[in-house]
């Protein structure tokens, strides 16, 4: 590539990808992993998104690198697969791409050397699931309940071989960064293998390794400088993997160095020397006695390689029994202080905290506003008769003549107007004078 003289002139993007997928790709046979890397400093003055679909249709995973501030987001996010996050970078000049150089390489691995998905949680990561690849699921035959939870493991026994040509398992090697989980429970005494891959002749390639004598836990990996190289974790926190009860080991392996992770906790740090590839032309096993290929009885629930080093972040512990009820006191999931908000990651189940403090009085609220009226109640049962009243006043005495007048020509006081019975005493006075006119004429 250094060979080759930058003729300058014209911004084509469309026409370089569909040159590489037409006279690059094309005349591989093998299959292969097939990733372009697409950089550019400008918009494009041709079409890039027919381009681009058609590589990715032709199974090529495209990258998009854009150098300083000519280019265009939209176009860098139409060349590049998805997510754009994983695929799509930006640079300020072409001296900086220097910096992303180690990010390049590990996603680039990542496309060509773990093409696998584990489902985990909510999204799928990219890596190994190492118990699948051996056949776990055929060769154990008990499987135990992690209670509470209702994840399950597997007992494995003596008598089961889990061993594997390395080729069938990582076809094409490992990335440069990764991270290795497992999750398993012994009482194995002596010093055994959980994970190892081997060369053709049995030599260890990597390794992670339990010894049951010293409780410490040693990693094997290869060395730039002498070929194999070993470390060893004797952090005291180390020995509560020797307790027979299940716990959770996470390795964070870069190209520097290597971080131990127990129960989600980090112990301790060591610096790596520069590796070398492994050779696939061995076998991968887990569970075997150190140098010999006797296999141990343990359990194990998970046993994984995950190519991206993030996972490390989000990898959780709660399969464990128990390690809830622990994490109030020293993990982050469970915490229960008042700045303390959020859901409890997937598949973790926090207990009830402590009840709070009473809250103070609340304000008063606002009235309501009036009701629907009732309806209409039944009526009453009838009331007892009232009491007797007492006797009223005596009348006006009348003289005999004037009362037979008013007995005999009056009218009766049943058909008298309420206004006539109001002036009753007036009209008996002129009814009376009426009367004896009549009767002397």
């Known amino acids: 590539m250094e060979s080759i003289h930058y003729l300058g002139g014209n911004t084509r993007t469309g026409k370089a990808i569909q040159f590489a997928l037409d006279y690059l790709f094309a005349k591989s046979s093998r299959f292969l992993t ?21 590589a990715r249709e032709s199974k090529i995973t495209l990258f998009a690198i854009g150098v300083g501030s000519e280019t265009e987001d939209a176009e860098l996010r139409a060349i590049a697969n998805k997510p754009s996050s994983t695929y799509v970078f930006y640079v300020e000049d ?21 093409p696998t998905r584990i489902p985990v949680a909510a999204r799928d990561e990219k890596g190994f699931d190492i118990l699948l690849g051996l056949g776990v ?3 154990v035959k008990k499987r135990i309940q992690l209670s509470p939870t209702k994840i399950k493991g597997y007992e494995v026994t003596s008598k089961v071989d889990l061993s594997e040509f ?25 010093m055994w293998d959980l994970w190892r ?8 390639q990597i390794a992670v390794t339990l ?74 096993q887990i569970g075997k006695y150190s140098g010999k290929e006797e296999t141990v009885q343990f359990d194990v629930q998970k046993l994984r390689i995950y190519c991206d080093p993030e996972q490390n972040n989000r990898e959780t512990a709660c399969e464990i029994p128990g390690f809830v009820s622990r994490m109030n006191y020293f993990s982050p999931y469970c915490l229960n202080g008042p700045s303390d908000v959020g859901s409890t990651p997937a598949p973790c189940i926090c207990p009830p905290g402590k009840p709070g403090l009473q809250g103070p009085k ?67 006075d002129l009814w009376a004078q009426q009367f004896l006119s009549v009767a002397i004429g």
């Open 34 to 54: 097939k990733i372009a890397v697409v950089l550019t400093d400008g918009k494009s003055q041709d079409e890039v998104k027919d381009a681009a679909e058609a």
């Open 94 to 114: 072409y001296i900086a791409i220097s910096r992303i150089r180690e990010v390049m390489k590990q996603k680039l691995c990542e496309e060509s050397v773990c």
């Open 137 to 139: 699921k055929k060769k």
């Open 166 to 190: 390395t080729s069938n398992v990582f076809p094409e090697g490992l990335p440069p960064s990764y991270v290795f989980v497992s999750t398993q429970r012994f009482k194995v005494k002596k």
């Open 197 to 204: 891959i081997l060369t053709i002749d049995g030599r260890p």
């Open 211 to 284: 010894n049951g004598v010293d409780k410490v836990l040693l990693f094997t990996t290869t060395s730039i400088i002498n070929g194999s190289q070993m470390v060893t974790f004797a952090d005291p926190r180390v020995k509560t993997l020797f307790d027979e009860g299940w716990h959770q080991i996470r390795l964070l392996v870069t190209e520097q160095d290597i971080t131990l992770y127990i129960d989600d906790q980090q112990v301790e740090n060591k610096p790596l020397h520069p590796v070398l590839g492994i050779f696939i032309n061995g076998q991968t």
């Open 362 to 428: 609340g304000y008063q609220g606002i009235a309501g506003s009036p009701g629907v009226p009732g309806s209409t109640g039944i009526r009453g049962a009838q009331g007892p008769p009232g009491y007797k009243g007492e006797p009223g006043r005596d009348g006006e005495k009348v003289n005999a003549h004037k009362q037979n007048c008013i007995q005999s020509f009056c009218p009766s006081l049943d058909v008298l107007t309420p206004i006539q019975y109001a002036h009753f005493g007036e009209f008996q």
